[in-house]
């Protein structure tokens, strides 16, 4: 059913919250749920740590959560949130491009274990990756990535594409937002108002969890890592 679902214009605009044209993103999201139940789609990219998108469409909520396969229902243990958002709370930023794109080379070279493909994978994420207001260039030349995965689906076109694209890696709105790289954090996320991402001192972040997940991975924590 999921699949079926990916392949349809209902399941992104929902995903995304577009009501543009007087789409009924509570009506659709109510369908969607009828027809997936309460979706948990795990995004394996080792043995350690992976990658689990709640997709709760009846209450137009997601969230994106680190797992420990060992321990992965354990709320206070293997299950970690990194973000949500919903219809009151747009898009708390918690991933870094190069972490996106890490996971979905692991995706790649392990084909036999995933539930959806890495280039769905990385439409999925996408809304989850965050870009400072110093990265407006490197935000322009990831769209075009992300529309050539989207165009691909066929599903969008013209306008109805662009929309859709914008929305799947938006920008935050406060002028201070940025990367900062923190000695024993590592990577941050954030500016005054720090409500658009958990990745920041202000929310609770697995900080080193995440930081286990990035080696398994095998990125660099080093600020030359930046973009």
């Excluded at 929902?14 to 999201?29: M, S």
């Excluded at 749920?33 to 689990?52: H, I, K, Y």
């Excluded at 996408?126 to 075009?144: I, K, M, N, T, Y």
Aim: proline residues 4%; contains cysteine.
């Amino acid at each position: 059913m999921l699949q079926t679902a990916l392949h349809t214009p209902e399941f992104w605009r929902c995903y995304v919250l577009d009501e543009t044209d007087g789409f009924d993103v509570d009506a659709a999201g109510k369908r969607l749920a009828e027809e997936l139940g309460g979706t948990n789609l795990d995004l394996p990219v080792g043995s350690n740590w992976f990658l689990r998108l709640n997709l709760a469409f009846q209450v137009n909520l997601f969230t994106l959560y680190l797992c420990d396969p060992a321990d992965s229902d354990d709320v206070a243990g293997g299950r970690l949130e990194l973000g949500h958002w919903d219809q009151a709370r747009a898009h708390p930023f918690c991933l870094r491009w190069d972490e996106l794109e890490a996971v979905v080379r692991r995706m790649r070279a392990e084909p036999d274990r995933q539930r959806v493909s890495p280039e769905l994978a990385m439409l999925l994420l996408a809304p989850w990756v965050g870009h400072g207001s110093d990265e407006q260039d490197l935000l322009a030349a990831r769209r075009r990535i992300i529309a050539g995965e989207l165009d691909r689906l066929g599903l969008f076109h013209g306008d109805a594409a662009e929309r859709i694209v914008e929305s799947l890696l938006m920008p935050v709105s406060e002028d201070d937002y940025a990367w900062r790289w923190d000695a024993e954090a590592g990577w941050t996320f954030g500016g005054e108002y720090s409500c658009y991402s958990n990745r920041n001192d202000d929310h609770r972040f697995p900080f080193a969890e995440f930081a286990e997940f990035r080696r398994l991975l095998g990125i660099a924590d080093e600020p030359a890592s930046a973009h």
